[in-house]
C-alpha cells in the first residue's frame, strides 16, 4: 500500500466528507463597513434607554464553547486510503458513522492497521471491505497496544478462523475479553469449561455482563431451576432474547409441567415448539439415556409408577 495518497484520491475523498470546495480558491471577501456605521451602531447598542422595561423571555443562555474539528486534509487522506483498499464509498460514509474518530484519524494509522489485518490476522484483501463495514474501529484501534495483544489472547485460547472474527481484534483483552471469562467461573464452572465455551462461541466477547449475562443466568438458576452446566454444552444461551424467547418458552414448558433441554427448549420456531410440546404432554417418560430424561410431570403420581416400572 502506498504511502502517500494521490491528488485525485484525495479530492475524492474530500467530496466523500463533504469538503468538496475547500480548497477551490480564495473566497471572497465582504466589503467592509465605514467607520460611521461601526460608531453608530456601538451607540446604539450603549445608549441607555427611559422607557419602562417590559417583562420578556430570559436572555439566551451563552453559545458552547466551538469544537475543534480535524483539518480536512486528514480525514482526506484517512479515506482515500480506504477508497483505495476497495472500500466502497457507501460504505466509508457509513463507516465514519458509526466511528467518528475516522474524521480525524492519520492516514499513517489506517494504513498501520490494514497492515495488521492482511499481514498477521490472515484477513484476505477480498474481505476487508465485509470487515471493516462490521467493525469499523478495527481502523482507529492501535496495533501495539490493541490488535496485536487481543490477536494473541484469542490465538492462545484456541479460537478457530480468526480471520472470519476480525471484528473480535478491537476489544480489549483487560476490559472485555478477561471479564466474560472471569463472569463464567463465577457461576461455578471450572475454568476450563468458561474458556471451552468462549472458545466454541466467541460471540460471548460481544454481549454485555450486567445487561445481558447476568440476567439470563440469573433466570436460570433461580426460576428454571437449572444448573450452570448446562451452559458447557449449549453456550448460545446468552444469544437469545430474554423477555422475548427465554422467558415466554419456559413458562409454557413449565404450564404443562416439561422441562426440555436448552437447545430443544430455544432453537426452533414458534410452530416446531408448540409441536415438539404438544408431543411431550401426556406422553410415557422417556429412558434414562433421552435427553427428555429430566422432564418433570404434571402427574406425580402417574410418574412415581411409570418409573417403578421403567428398565
Not at 31 to 55: D, E, K, N, Y
Amino acid at each position: 500500500m502506498r504511502a502517500m495518497v494521490t491528488m485525485a484520491g484525495t479530492r475524492t475523498a474530500l467530496v466523500l466528507l463533504g469538503h468538496e470546495g475547500l480548497d477551490s480558491g480564495p473566497r471572497p471577501v465582504a466589503p467592509r463597513r465605514s467607520s460611521r456605521l461601526r460608531v453608530v451602531a456601538v451607540a446604539l447598542r450603549t445608549r441607555p434607554t427611559t422607557r419602562l422595561a417590559v417583562p420578556g423571555p430570559p436572555p439566551p443562555a451563552p453559545a458552547a464553547e466551538p469544537v475543534l474539528l480535524p483539518s480536512p486534509p486528514v480525514a482526506a487522506g484517512a479515506a482515500a486510503v480506504l477508497l483505495e483498499a476497495g472500500v466502497p464509498p457507501a460504505d466509508l460514509r457509513r463507516a465514519a458513522g458509526m466511528c467518528p474518530e475516522l474524521l480525524s484519524v492519520p492516514a499513517e494509522a489506517v494504513e498501520a492497521a490494514l497492515r495488521f489485518l492482511t499481514e498477521e490476522a490472515g484477513v484476505p484483501a477480498s474481505d476487508l471491505p465485509r470487515v471493516l463495514r462490521r467493525r469499523p474501529r478495527l481502523l482507529v484501534s492501535p496495533v501495539a497496544a490493541r490488535l496485536r495483544p487481543t490477536l494473541y489472547f484469542l490465538r492462545a485460547l484456541g479460537v478457530p478462523d480468526l480471520h472470519r472474527r476480525a471484528d473480535l481484534l478491537s476489544f480489549s483483552v483487560e476490559d472485555k475479553l478477561l471479564p466474560r471469562i472471569e463472569f463464567l467461573e463465577s457461576l461455578g464452572l471450572p475454568a476450563r469449561a468458561a474458556r471451552s465455551m468462549a472458545r466454541r462461541f466467541p460471540a460471548l466477547f460481544a454481549y454485555g455482563v450486567d445487561g445481558n449475562m447476568r440476567p439470563k443466568a440469573e433466570y436460570l438458576l433461580g426460576a428454571m431451576a437449572r444448573r450452570a452446566d448446562e451452559l458447557v454444552d449449549f453456550p448460545e444461551y446468552f444469544s437469545y432474547a430474554l423477555a422475548a424467547r427465554i422467558v415466554p418458552r419456559h413458562e409454557a414448558c413449565a404450564a404443562c409441567g416439561v422441562r426440555m433441554p436448552l437447545p430443544v427448549m430455544l432453537r426452533p420456531g414458534d410452530a416446531k415448539f408448540r409441536a415438539t410440546l404438544a408431543s411431550c404432554v401426556g406422553s410415557m417418560l422417556p429412558r434414562r439415556r433421552s435427553p427428555l430424561w429430566h422432564a418433570t410431570w404434571v402427574d406425580d403420581d402417574a410418574t412415581a409408577a411409570a418409573k417403578e416400572t421403567m428398565v
